[in-house]
């Protein structure tokens, strides 16, 4: 039992590390290129970092047949994708708008909503001292944006609707991710993603721009640890630990975000 939990914290450690690079690298490239065109090559990073643990999983022997998968799980797959791509939209508009640890610290919203939507639909319950976190995580919203003249609501109401997609998505990732696997949903959300912002850069701009070197760099090495590493370490933790003590751990990431942001965009909160 042990071992298991132990698993989950690597896991949710490696998600922090991902989560602070991701955030940092995504603003920065956002401060200097077009929103549609980063995403299409955010995502178009991710699959390539899918498609070569794909080979390896070929070479090991280890296959999963994903019309299986599809055929097993085809309604709830497809609501999930629907609800990722508005999420993953809305959270990138965000993040152009504001500070990264802004949005950052934002985020913690969902962990009330997982809470909720856990205990909604999977039954979980939180301790006493895990409800009183949850307060003071409520409280650190309030002060954050209450007469902030730094933070648009539009941004604000971004990030929380952002967030509660997410945190469904938590919810369905946690009841189908141990017989679909968290590299198997990781992938169809990469896909999925990929395709959207691939049609809106074909309906915008009528083709796909390349950024410059220099930006296009950065976002092959910070999609490593985003659209990969960062969604495939939170839905590995899922596998072991309740998802709205995943969404409570995971509010310690401002943190890290905010250190990042302060040595590397030279921003402030």
Same mark, same amino acid.
């Given at each position: 039992m042990l071992q298991v939990n132990y698993r989950g914290y690597l896991w949710l450690v490696i998600s922090y590390i991902c989560g602070t690079i991701y955030l940092v690298a995504s603003k920065y490239v956002l401060n200097n290129i077009e929103q549609l065109t980063f995403l299409f090559w955010w995502y178009t990073s991710g699959i390539f970092y899918h498609?070569?643990? %794909?080979?390896n999983d070929r070479i090991t022997h280890k296959r999963i047949f994903l019309r299986n998968v599809l055929k097993e799980n085809r309604k709830i797959l497809i609501l999930y994708v629907i609800l990722d791509v508005t999420a993953t939209f809305s959270f990138f508009t965000a993040v152009n708008m504001l500070d990264p640890s802004i949005v950052s610290f934002l985020m913690q919203a969902q962990v009330i909503f997982t809470v909720i939507l856990g205990y909604l639909i999977l039954k979980e319950m939180l301790h006493r001292t895990e409800l009183i976190a949850a307060a003071v995580i409520i409280? /650190?919203?309030?002060?954050m944006t209450y007469r902030s003249g730094s933070v648009p609501p539009f941004g604000v109401f971004l990030v929380l609707f952002a967030n509660f997609l997410a945190s469904f998505n938590l919810i369905i990732v946690k009841k189908i991710g141990v017989r679909v696997g968290a590299y198997t949903i990781a992938r169809i959300r990469t896909i999925s993603v990929f395709v959207f912002f691939l049609i809106m850069n074909l309906v915008y701009y009528g083709g796909v721009s390349v950024p410059p070197a220099q930006y296009l760099i950065i976002i092959l090495l910070g999609a490593f640890f985003g659209p990969y590493l960062n969604v495939v370490s939170i839905y590995k933790t899922l596998e072991y630990i309740p998802a709205a003590k995943t969404a409570l751990f995971r509010s310690l990431q401002p943190v890290? %975000?905010? /250190?990042a942001s302060v040595m590397i965009l030279k921003t402030f909160p």
């Amino acid at each position: 039992m042990l071992q298991v939990n132990y698993r989950g914290y690597l896991w949710l450690v490696i998600s922090y590390i991902c989560g602070t690079i991701y955030l940092v690298a995504s603003k920065y490239v956002l401060n200097n290129i077009e929103q549609l065109t980063f995403l299409f090559w955010w995502y178009t990073s991710g699959i390539f970092y899918h498609s070569l643990h %794909i080979v390896n999983d070929r070479i090991t022997h280890k296959r999963i047949f994903l019309r299986n998968v599809l055929k097993e799980n085809r309604k709830i797959l497809i609501l999930y994708v629907i609800l990722d791509v508005t999420a993953t939209f809305s959270f990138f508009t965000a993040v152009n708008m504001l500070d990264p640890s802004i949005v950052s610290f934002l985020m913690q919203a969902q962990v009330i909503f997982t809470v909720i939507l856990g205990y909604l639909i999977l039954k979980e319950m939180l301790h006493r001292t895990e409800l009183i976190a949850a307060a003071v995580i409520i409280c /650190g919203l309030v002060v954050m944006t209450y007469r902030s003249g730094s933070v648009p609501p539009f941004g604000v109401f971004l990030v929380l609707f952002a967030n509660f997609l997410a945190s469904f998505n938590l919810i369905i990732v946690k009841k189908i991710g141990v017989r679909v696997g968290a590299y198997t949903i990781a992938r169809i959300r990469t896909i999925s993603v990929f395709v959207f912002f691939l049609i809106m850069n074909l309906v915008y701009y009528g083709g796909v721009s390349v950024p410059p070197a220099q930006y296009l760099i950065i976002i092959l090495l910070g999609a490593f640890f985003g659209p990969y590493l960062n969604v495939v370490s939170i839905y590995k933790t899922l596998e072991y630990i309740p998802a709205a003590k995943t969404a409570l751990f995971r509010s310690l990431q401002p943190v890290f %975000i905010m /250190g990042a942001s302060v040595m590397i965009l030279k921003t402030f909160p």
